[in-house]
């Protein structure tokens, strides 16, 4: 059979080929890592989904192959239906009808007595890895991602008995502006030419460049507008402080960030356009009653964004340790595509690295972002009397044409309001 790149996730175009696991006339068994492959998004091992032998590899290491491309002929040993993922909308769970006398490779077709859901399953192989585990029949779910496509928490939920997160709820947008053309960057390096003395030349590609593709398309569709406002972060401290002792005992680092996540969960129940995506070509507004919260973290890749999903049913202890199980796996490049993808809202918690303030890009499709500094000590008016507090600045960027300046300013008002009297918080989420 030939294998080919499957589709790995929304946007996901192409993917280098980083390093073969197997080697031509390897044994191989299934869901066995057969190639490490960088997207635009991250680094991920992709199975084998049968048992057999690697007859020929076709890819080599360090190749941009796009979503569909044949990587590798495989020599199934069990002769039953092979189950695999072309990216092209192809069919899935379907018995082979065809070979390739020249290369004696087996190419997949559509059967006429395959069930008509197996020919609309759209899923990763990780995913139908995870539903195999948890036993469950992934032709039997209904997918929540783009498209119809299946996710692994559609496959939790199953096997749970608990139901998919809600569906998206389209608003049709009531504007009199002309349609706004997107221009299509596509930034690159040209490497043809011989860098000057004291110049290197460095390919714009994988992370990076989705990286400089996203933000272009970002700076020039969105109506970028920035809101600021200050936070006196003494209650804050203070119940992170005594929080601490508890987090410490499940081995847990307790940071700021959890709390601030869910503040902007309980704000984003009460303020839902800015839990919203955009499609630009249908002029709609989609609303999300769902709230899966991304975090932007550095990593030595490149800026990635992990989503910690259905935050609304989660205590501050638990988001605070999907938090740093999420950063860890991005940092070392082993998160998977299912956990950075699917964000309703974004946070950036640029106060890490420095900086009093900054203006971070809204994460397009998405409706808007929010940008917390470090805060520091400094003098302030309180009750007419100058004290000492620590002090930081929270920067709301927001898509003006879905939500207007004064939306943006009670937002940053509750948020403030839950950062600095904590108690409200914890009551709310209850």
């Given at each position: 059979?030939?294998?080919?790149?499957?589709?790995?996730g929304?946007?996901?175009?192409?993917?280098?080929i980083v390093?073969?696991?197997?080697?031509e006339?390897?044994?191989?068994k299934?869901?066995?890592?057969?190639?490490?492959?960088?997207?635009d998004k991250?680094?991920?091992q992709i199975?084998?989904?049968?048992?057999?032998?690697?007859?020929?590899i076709?890819?080599k290491?360090?190749q941009?192959?796009k979503?569909?491309?044949?990587?590798?002929v495989?020599?199934?040993?069990?002769?039953?239906?092979?189950?695999?993922t072309?990216g092209?909308g192809?069919?899935s769970?379907?018995?082979?009808?065809s070979?390739?006398s020249k290369?004696?490779a087996?190419?997949?077709?559509p059967?006429?007595t395959?069930?008509?859901?197996?020919?609309?399953?759209v899923?990763?192989?990780?995913t139908?890895?995870?539903?195999?585990?948890?036993?469950?029949?992934?032709?039997?779910?209904?997918?929540?991602?783009?498209g119809g496509?299946?996710?692994?928490?559609?496959?939790?939920?199953?096997?749970?008995?608990r139901k998919?997160?809600?569906?998206q709820v389209s608003?049709?947008?009531q504007?009199?502006?002309e349609?706004?053309v997107?221009?299509?960057?596509?930034?690159s390096?040209?490497i043809?030419?011989?860098?000057?003395?004291g110049e290197?030349?460095?390919?714009?590609?994988?992370?990076?460049?989705r990286i400089?593709e996203?933000?272009s398309?970002?700076?020039?569709?969105?109506?970028h507008v920035y809101?600021?406002?200050e936070?006196d972060?003494?209650?804050?401290?203070k119940?992170?402080?005594?929080a601490?002792?508890?987090?410490?005992?499940?081995?847990?680092?307790?940071?700021?960030?959890?709390f601030?996540i869910?503040?902007?969960?309980?704000?984003?129940r009460?303020?839902?356009y800015?839990?919203?995506?955009?499609?630009?070509?249908k002029?709609?507004?989609?609303?999300k009653?769902y709230?899966n919260i991304?975090?932007?973290?550095?990593t030595?890749n490149?800026l990635?964004?992990?989503?910690v999903?259905?935050v609304?049913?989660?205590?501050?202890?638990?988001?605070?340790?999907?938090v740093e199980?999420?950063a860890?796996?991005a940092?070392?490049g082993?998160i998977s595509?299912?956990?950075?993808?699917?964000?309703?809202?974004?946070?950036t918690n640029?106060?890490t690295?420095?900086?009093?303030?900054?203006?971070p890009?809204?994460?397009?499709?998405e409706?808007?972002?929010?940008g917390v500094s470090k805060?520091q000590k400094?003098?302030?008016?309180i009750?007419?009397?100058i004290t000492?507090?620590?002090m930081g600045?929270?920067?709301?960027?927001?898509?003006?044409?879905i939500?207007?300046?004064?939306?943006?300013?009670?937002?940053?008002?509750?948020?403030?309001?839950?950062l600095e009297?904590?108690?409200?918080?914890?009551f709310?989420?209850?």
């Amino acid at each position: 059979m030939q294998f080919k790149l499957p589709d790995l996730g929304e946007g996901v175009a192409e993917g280098e080929i980083v390093k073969w696991l197997v080697s031509e006339g390897q044994d191989i068994k299934e869901d066995q890592p057969m190639v490490e492959v960088m997207t635009d998004k991250a680094t991920v091992q992709i199975p084998s989904p049968t048992s057999g032998k690697v007859k020929q590899i076709l890819t080599k290491e360090g190749q941009m192959v796009k979503v569909g491309t044949t990587m590798v002929v495989l020599e199934s040993s069990d002769g039953k239906g092979i189950h695999t993922t072309t990216g092209q909308g192809e069919p899935s769970g379907v018995p082979l009808t065809s070979s390739d006398s020249k290369s004696g490779a087996s190419t997949i077709a559509p059967s006429a007595t395959a069930p008509a859901a197996a020919l609309r399953i759209v899923a990763t192989p990780a995913t139908r890895k995870l539903a195999r585990e948890l036993n469950v029949e992934i032709e039997r779910i209904s997918g929540t991602g783009p498209g119809g496509r299946i996710m692994d928490e559609d496959v939790r939920s199953a096997a749970t008995g608990r139901k998919s997160a809600p569906s998206q709820v389209s608003v049709t947008v009531q504007s009199h502006a002309e349609p706004k053309v997107t221009p299509q960057i596509q930034p690159s390096v040209d490497i043809s030419a011989a860098p000057k003395a004291g110049e290197e030349k460095i390919p714009l590609h994988g992370i990076r460049k989705r990286i400089a593709e996203k933000m272009s398309r970002s700076v020039h569709t969105a109506a970028h507008v920035y809101h600021i406002d200050e936070v006196d972060y003494t209650e804050l401290i203070k119940l992170r402080d005594a929080a601490r002792p508890i987090a410490d005992a499940r081995s847990l680092k307790l940071t700021y960030l959890p709390f601030i996540i869910k503040a902007a969960t309980l704000i984003l129940r009460e303020f839902p356009y800015f839990n919203a995506s955009i499609d630009d070509e249908k002029s709609e507004i989609i609303l999300k009653h769902y709230y899966n919260i991304g975090f932007a973290t550095d990593t030595p890749n490149g800026l990635i964004v992990p989503v910690v999903k259905n935050v609304d049913t989660k205590k501050i202890l638990e988001i605070a340790r999907e938090v740093e199980e999420l950063a860890e796996q991005a940092r070392k490049g082993t998160i998977s595509l299912d956990n950075i993808q699917g964000g309703t809202f974004t946070i950036t918690n640029i106060g890490t690295l420095g900086g009093i303030m900054a203006a971070p890009i809204i994460n397009h499709p998405e409706v808007a972002i929010l940008g917390v500094s470090k805060f520091q000590k400094r003098p302030v008016v309180i009750d007419d009397e100058i004290t000492v507090r620590p002090m930081g600045y929270v920067t709301l960027s927001f898509d003006h044409r879905i939500v207007d300046g004064a939306q943006a300013a009670r937002f940053t008002t509750k948020l403030i309001e839950y950062l600095e009297s904590p108690s409200k918080l914890l009551f709310d989420s209850l």
